[in-house]
């Protein structure tokens, strides 16, 4: 079953529900075609990418995204050590394209929003449901995820990992957003088995992205709302972030802090 639910039996049904959107995979294109479109611009295929990745990760005894999600390192460091990883491993790769040390604005340039899925974004929060992003991110990719998901609308919520010190699966970072919403219900739409899971320990309801149309459909008996049928007739072939952008950017509450995922 493609969706994780608090109650697999029993849907949200029509009551008011906070839905968290996660950024990377789910409001951004899948992640493969993000690591493809980074070869393209850098010539670091995915599989370079992903090894040094996890060289940094072993050397630093964590996650590697986790310092720069945790706001403890800079991106300059972290793009240094990744750097570092990738002469080490591959010492014949050619890395004048890749300006590691600002890696985010190679990361995310050309991409654009998952339509399908902001469109739901929009269709959540007409149908009365607060609408929130619950994200694993770096400091200084704000502005260009910010950019993404402009063509999405305004939400009412958004925590970044990177502001409040605590990142997902963490515990803390659900009791966060529990309490900054007032809805009883909560619902995480996360591509990554272990988010969904903390999710649930949480006491929320999650659905585990693996395409549009199955999470569409998850969404549609987990709210009570006709999601899929709607995207099917009304949402474009594709998305721009500068088509129909709205200039104001989402108002989170204190302590919520502003607007992934991850290479």
Request: charge should be negative.
């Amino acid at each position: 079953m493609n969706t994780i639910r608090h109650d697999p039996a029993t849907a949200v049904g029509k009551a008011t529900t906070t839905v968290w959107f996660d950024f990377g995979g789910v409001l951004s294109p899948p992640l493969a075609e993000l690591y493809d479109n980074y070869w393209q611009s850098t010539g670091v295929a995915p599989e370079q990418l992903r090894q040094a990745l996890d060289d940094v990760g072993a050397d630093l005894g964590t996650n590697a995204l986790a310092p720069i999600e945790l706001g403890t390192m800079r991106q300059h460091e972290w793009g240094g050590r990744l750097r570092s990883a990738l002469v080490r491993r591959f010492p014949n790769l050619d890395l004048t394209r890749a300006r590691l040390e600002d890696f985010g604005e190679q990361w995310f340039n050309g991409v654009e929003v998952n339509p399908r899925m902001a469109a739901a974004v929009q269709r959540i929060r007409a149908a009365g449901h607060p609408v929130g992003i619950l994200t694993n991110n770096v400091a200084e990719w704000e502005p260009h995820w910010r950019r993404i998901i402009a063509a999405a609308g305004e939400v009412d919520f958004v925590i970044d990992s990177c502001r409040v010190g605590v990142r997902k699966p963490d515990p803390a970072i659900f009791q966060l957003a529990t309490e900054l919403s007032p809805t009883t219900h909560h619902t995480l739409i996360d591509d990554l088995t272990e988010n969904c899971s903390a999710a649930i320990a949480a006491g929320w309801t999650a659905v585990r992205f693996q395409n549009n149309a199955q999470t569409l459909s998850e969404l549609d008996s987990v709210l009570g709302i006709s999601l899929k049928r709607t995207d099917e007739r009304n949402v474009p072939t594709w998305i721009s972030a500068s088509q129909g952008a709205p200039q104001s950017s989402p108002a989170p509450a204190e302590g919520s802090a502003s607007p992934q995922h991850a290479p």
